[in-house]
């Protein structure tokens, strides 16, 4: 059975992704692979009370400062939301200090986190939104939009800039389906409205927006619109960028409603992409209109093994080049050799033996995965599979029977809290992403992989045990993503050890001439890196619409530019 999309994980603890289950998520397979490739005593990890312990110091112990407002700022904010609630005690702001990072999460589990808000602001309705912001100009107190609190590149840390309080806007109290068009299959939320929600709502109709990231769990629906995000199943359904029709904001300076007019539109630039993809520094995102299909009756799962990474990369794009409309798989994940061995070796058992011998006897020895997984209905997705299969096979792939995208699919939102286990026994583990084109996409894996390797091997204790794996996760005509996962043993200081990774890792995908984040957005990890993505008179078009549009500076400080 595939994962539930309409299935929450509950609310998130503030030093993690989700609360613990009992006994820990750590399978046998996984404690297996930490034992032989970071030498991590699977039997210690195991010992009672080890994963069931409190992993972070409790939020009573944390460094919390006094807030910065003054008594007339929170009754300004006070009266901006009169059927909202605004909270100033420890825990909501420790909650709203943080995205889920690695950094983040280490710093939160230390008790000492990077920034803490003044206040979590919470609107009751949309109409409060403009006034919590003129109250914000007029006594100067910096603003970030808080949606799930999913961020990975520090796109909710509640930094002040230039002024001498923050607060963060939690939004996920303005969660409602507005509109449901059917003749024009669209559909109007509010912002604040998390991914299973928005899928649950549809599902009532029979509808689905098919936009399903790795933080579904947990993210909005306007935090989506605010990254570029883009889903797991993006091949098919399309990006986040590519659904939204219409998107309203609240700016300091007031509101902009754009897009929804008409299907296209040659009046000027669309400026949905200047909201799409801004971080929460313009504005505050309230209502999103998105494209809707027909809810999915049907799968069908794939999987093939080819003797390279290359060798797979190089049939996947002539599937999205050559084949015919809707042949390439909903859900597109291409393991390169190292993240497919260590995903065999925790699967263990007689099958994935069974499958050794196979893939061995067709000459395969170090294999590269693909998984695919078709959505649609009646029989379509089995005669779309059909299709892609003989060009599969006509670019050397063996096949690996059905039973591995399968798994992947039943499993697609366990790694988030996998990582808050490895973090509790002392293992390092964290992603990072880029694009390519197909010509550099080789290359760019090579450079990029082999950078992350370097890092861990330079750090002041020496090489440490580590693992470095990758996949194509979208594909396009003209290229396709790169999505790493590196693990290692913690150094005694991890975060310097994370923050090596990064630079390094970072200095690999521009020298490759590739994109700085493909779906992760920019926060504040890559803001350093954008000038080099779009130029200094790209950054200066962006600071001029953010003068316009908040000429005090107060949204999200320290974010995208």
Same mark, same amino acid.
């Given at each position: 059975?595939?994962?539930?999309?309409?299935?929450?994980?509950?609310?998130?603890?503030?030093?993690?992704?989700?609360?613990?289950?009992?006994?820990?998520?750590?399978?046998?397979?996984?404690?297996?692979?930490?034992?032989?490739?970071?030498?991590?005593?699977?039997?210690?990890?195991?010992?009672?009370?080890?994963?069931?312990?409190?992993?972070?110091? /409790?939020?009573?112990?944390?460094?919390?400062?006094?807030?910065?407002?003054?008594?007339?700022?929170?009754?300004?904010?006070?009266?901006?939301?009169?059927?909202?609630?605004?909270?100033?005690?420890?825990?909501?702001?420790? *909650?709203?200090?943080?995205?889920?990072?690695?950094?983040?999460?280490?710093?939160?589990?230390?008790?000492?986190?990077?920034?803490?808000?003044?206040?979590?602001?919470?609107?009751?309705?949309?109409?409060?939104?403009?006034?919590?912001?003129?109250?914000?100009? *007029?006594?100067?107190?910096?603003?970030? /939009?808080?949606?799930?609190?999913?961020?990975?590149?520090?796109?909710?840390?509640?930094?002040?800039?230039?002024?001498?309080?923050?607060?963060?806007?939690?939004?996920?109290?303005?969660?409602?389906?507005?509109?449901?068009?059917?003749?024009?299959?669209?559909?109007?939320?509010?912002?604040?409205?998390?991914?299973?929600?928005?899928?649950?709502?549809?599902?009532?109709?029979?509808?689905?927006?098919?936009?399903?990231?790795?933080?579904?769990?947990?993210?909005?629906?306007?935090?989506?619109?605010?990254?570029?995000?883009?889903?797991?199943?993006?091949?098919?359904?399309?990006?986040?960028?590519?659904?939204?029709?219409?998107?309203?904001?609240?700016?300091?300076?007031?509101?902009?409603?754009?897009?929804?007019?008409?299907?296209?539109?040659?009046?000027?630039?669309?400026?949905?992409?200047?909201?799409?993809?801004?971080?929460?520094?313009?504005?505050?995102?309230?209502?999103?209109?998105?494209?809707?299909?027909?809810? /999915?009756?049907?799968?069908?799962?794939?999987?093939?093994?080819?003797?390279?990474?290359?060798?797979?990369?190089?049939?996947?794009?002539?599937?999205?080049?050559?084949?015919?409309?809707?042949?390439?798989?909903?859900?597109?994940?291409?393991?390169?050799?190292?993240?497919?061995?260590?995903?065999?070796?925790?699967?263990?058992?007689?099958?994935?033996?069974?499958?050794?011998?196979?893939?061995?006897?067709?000459?395969?020895?170090?294999?590269?995965?693909?998984?695919?997984?078709?959505?649609?209905?009646?029989?379509?997705?089995?005669?779309?599979?059909?299709?892609?299969?003989?060009?599969?096979?006509?670019?050397?792939?063996?096949?690996?029977?059905?039973?591995?995208?399968?798994?992947?699919?039943?499993?697609?939102?366990?790694?988030?809290?996998?990582?808050?286990?490895?973090?509790?026994?002392?293992?390092?583990?964290?992603?990072?992403?880029?694009?390519?084109?197909?010509?550099?996409?080789?290359?760019?894996?090579?450079?990029?992989?082999?950078?992350?390797?370097?890092?861990?091997?330079?750090?002041?204790?020496?090489?440490?045990?580590?693992?470095?794996?990758?996949?194509?996760?979208?594909?396009?005509?003209?290229?396709?993503?790169?999505?790493?996962?590196?693990?290692?043993?913690?150094?005694?200081?991890?975060?310097?050890?994370?923050?090596?990774?990064?630079?390094?890792?970072?200095?690999?995908?521009?020298?490759?001439?590739?994109?700085?984040?493909?779906?992760?957005?920019?926060?504040?990890?890559?803001?350093?890196?954008? /000038?080099?993505?779009?130029?200094?008179?790209?950054?200066?078009?962006?600071?001029?619409?953010?003068?316009?549009?908040?000429?005090?500076?107060?949204?999200?400080?320290?974010?995208?530019?």
């Amino acid at each position: 059975m595939a994962a539930d999309i309409t299935e929450s994980v509950p609310v998130s603890p503030w030093w993690g992704w989700a609360p613990p289950t009992p006994g820990g998520a750590l399978s046998d397979g996984t404690l297996a692979v930490l034992a032989e490739h970071l030498g991590i005593d699977a039997v210690a990890a195991r010992r009672p009370g080890v994963l069931d312990a409190a992993p972070a110091t /409790p939020p009573g112990d944390a460094d919390v400062s006094s807030p910065a407002l003054t008594e007339a700022e929170v009754a300004a904010l006070g009266a901006a939301i009169p059927t909202g609630t605004m909270a100033q005690d420890p825990e909501s702001r420790v *909650a709203h200090a943080a995205g889920k990072n690695t950094v983040d999460l280490l710093r939160q589990r230390a008790g000492a986190p990077l920034a803490l808000p003044d206040a979590v602001v919470r609107p009751g309705a949309r109409s409060e939104i403009p006034g919590v912001l003129a109250a914000c100009v *007029a006594h100067g107190i910096a603003v970030v /939009p808080f949606g799930g609190g999913s961020s990975v590149v520090g796109g909710v840390a509640p930094l002040a800039g230039d002024h001498h309080a923050v607060v963060a806007l939690d939004l996920t109290g303005l969660a409602e389906l507005l509109e449901l068009n059917e003749r024009d299959r669209t559909a109007t939320f509010e912002a604040g409205v998390r991914g299973p929600e928005v899928e649950r709502m549809l599902a009532e109709r029979g509808y689905t927006l098919g936009h399903i990231p790795q933080s579904h769990q947990q993210a909005t629906l306007g935090g989506y619109a605010a990254t570029r995000s883009a889903g797991q199943a993006s091949t098919g359904y399309g990006a986040i960028a590519e659904l939204i029709t219409a998107i309203r904001i609240d700016t300091p300076t007031g509101p902009l409603a754009l897009g929804g007019r008409a299907p296209a539109s040659a009046a000027g630039p669309d400026l949905r992409h200047v909201v799409i993809g801004s971080e929460g520094t313009l504005g505050v995102i309230t209502e999103v209109t998105v494209a809707v299909t027909p809810k /999915p009756t049907a799968k069908a799962y794939g999987a093939w093994a080819f003797p390279s990474f290359e060798a797979g990369a190089e049939a996947v794009r002539a599937l999205v080049q050559d084949g015919a409309a809707g042949d390439a798989p909903d859900v597109c994940r291409l393991s390169d050799e190292e993240e497919t061995a260590l995903t065999l070796a925790q699967s263990g058992g007689r099958q994935v033996e069974l499958l050794r011998r196979w893939l061995r006897s067709r000459g395969i020895e170090t294999p590269a995965l693909l998984l695919g997984v078709w959505e649609g209905s009646g029989a379509e997705p089995k005669a779309r599979l059909k299709r892609a299969r003989r060009i599969l096979r006509a670019h050397g792939g063996v096949s690996a029977t059905s039973a591995p995208a399968a798994a992947w699919d039943r499993g697609r939102f366990s790694s988030p809290r996998l990582r808050d286990e490895l973090l509790t026994i002392g293992v390092l583990v964290d992603t990072l992403e880029t694009a390519a084109t197909w010509t550099r996409l080789a290359d760019t894996h090579t450079a990029v992989a082999a950078a992350i390797r370097g890092a861990l091997e330079s750090g002041p204790q020496g090489a440490v045990a580590s693992a470095v794996q990758g996949h194509v996760s979208h594909v396009y005509r003209t290229g396709a993503s790169l999505y790493y996962t590196f693990i290692a043993k913690a150094e005694d200081d991890p975060i310097a050890q994370y923050e090596r990774v990064k630079r390094a890792a970072n200095a690999a995908i521009l020298a490759a001439g590739a994109t700085i984040t493909h779906h992760h957005a920019v926060g504040t990890e890559h803001a350093a890196e954008l /000038p080099a993505e779009i130029g200094e008179q790209g950054v200066r078009i962006l600071r001029a619409v953010k003068r316009e549009l908040d000429p005090t500076g107060i949204m999200n400080p320290g974010k995208l530019i």
